[in-house]
């Protein structure tokens, strides 16, 4: 099973540009494809941007110029830089492993887009 630490999110203003980080347990980290959701009050979780092992990506449309997925697989980690947050972007943030044995989940981060 694969752990992960989620850190980043907290309250910010609009306009902010903080970065999520998802630290992951498994050195087979290499080997998935990772990717960040968000889930919205009373909304369906929503997948933002997922990048393969190889570094391809993909983004959902609403999110693909302001967001930006990177990994370092040095560290087992994944990275969502988002820019120019808005309120509607409030929600709790997800980082998802995909692997040969499922999907896996981090703990969710709350990110409050507020003044």
């Known amino acids: 099973q694969v752990q992960f630490v989620e850190s980043g999110g907290g309250l910010v203003q609009p306009g902010g540009s903080p970065t999520l980080s998802c630290a992951a347990s498994d050195s087979r980290f290499t080997a998935y494809r990772m990717g960040w959701y968000r889930q919205a009050p009373d909304k369906e979780r929503e997948l933002l941007a997922d990048?393969?092992?190889?570094?391809?990506?993909n983004y959902a449309e609403s999110v693909k110029a302001r967001f930006t997925i990177s990994r370092d697989n040095m560290k087992n980690t994944v990275y969502l830089q988002m820019n120019m947050l808005k309120p509607e972007d409030t929600a709790v943030y997800y980082c998802?492993?995909?692997?040969?044995?499922?999907?896996?989940w981090g703990q969710g981060t709350q990110v409050t887009v507020s003044s």
């Open positions: 998802n492993a995909n692997t040969i044995n499922g999907d896996f």
């Open positions: 990048m393969t092992r190889s570094g391809r990506t």
